[in-house]
């Protein structure tokens, strides 16, 4: 198996936009039946060997989850009681899974309503409604899924050497990325005025954090990409060093932006994502005033 194979948004892209909304009708049930987290921790999805997963989910007097298998492409409902339901992960129409998965909920004894519209997407229409989105093919999809799977273990050795509070490595189904968020320990004061689609961001924004990760482009950059920024962005962002040869800080975005194509390119892609991440990182803790050498841990040497 190629562990960095040819992924490119133009080929992907109306698989991994129908993938999308199915994971935001999945994602939406875990938003309004688990207890609130920091920064919204509690939604979001962890990879697995075989996919991707919700982890538990209460419901009543049940507790359940479901799993996305995308090596055999099914979508798993499992409960405490020993019950489950098996789907077809198949070419469909968004309106036609979120009644087929409905439906199986119900069999199942759950019934939970969710906000039908798309999150974090311009233009959204209902899941109800939707039956533009259709697109699923498998080799596009275990291709995403092996490279999330691949990078999350790059992210948890990111993570290593960081003493302070730091996020696990999660998929969010709304900005369909995968990521890792360090925090400086610093609050910052409450913003209300988020634009109504990013209201969220008001709980997830809300201290000194830098963020590194990877998501398969979008409209407004149509590359796979891994990406670091900070938040607030201090002045001189723009000009820090990012490491390898084919980083830098796109101003569009006001992230730094490390493209996939040229990390498949690299004799040692690995050593190069993490050089990436840990100079980011150091650019712009130093910029933010953070306190990096309080923030660092002693790691034990069997694992250096």
Not at 5 to 24: G, S, V
Not at 59 to 86: C, P, R
Not at 270 to 289: C, G, P, S, V
């Amino acid at each position: 198996m190629n562990k960095w194979p040819l992924l490119k948004y133009d080929n992907c892209k109306e698989t991994l936009e129908t993938l999308h909304l199915w994971m935001q009708i999945v994602g939406k049930l875990k938003l309004e039946q688990n207890p609130f987290l920091n920064h919204w921790w509690e939604i979001a999805f962890s990879v697995t060997p075989r996919g991707m997963t919700t982890g538990n989910i209460p419901y009543k007097q049940k507790i359940f989850d479901i799993s996305f298998d995308f090596v055999e492409h099914k979508l798993i409902i499992s409960l405490n009681t020993g019950e489950q339901k098996i789907l077809k992960l198949k070419p469909q129409t968004v309106k036609d899974f979120y009644k087929e998965f409905t439906q199986s909920l119900a069999e199942l004894g759950i019934r939970i309503k969710i906000n039908t519209t798309p999150s974090e997407i311009t233009n959204p229409i209902p899941f109800p409604k939707d039956t533009i989105h259709k697109k699923y093919d498998k080799k596009t999809v275990t291709t995403w899924w092996q490279l999330q799977l691949e990078i999350s273990l790059i992210l948890d050795q990111f993570r290593m050497n960081f003493r302070g509070k730091s996020s696990p490595v999660l998929f969010y189904w709304g900005s369909f990325d995968l990521n890792t968020t360090r925090f400086s320990g610093k609050k910052l004061p409450d913003k209300v005025d988020w634009p109504k689609r990013y209201s969220f961001m008001r709980y997830a924004e809300n201290e000194e954090n830098f963020a590194a990760g990877f998501w398969p482009g979008d409209e407004r950059f149509p590359y796979p990409a891994f990406y670091s920024y900070i938040y607030p962005a201090p002045k001189g962002c723009e000009s820090i060093n990012t490491g390898p040869e084919f980083s830098y800080f796109n101003n569009k975005l006001s992230e730094c932006i490390f493209p996939y194509e040229e990390v498949r390119k690299a004799k040692n892609p690995e050593k190069e994502i993490l050089q990436f991440y840990e100079t980011t990182y150091r650019e712009f803790a130093k910029l933010a005033k953070w306190d990096i050498n309080e923030l660092k841990t002693v790691v034990p040497p069997k694992y250096k």
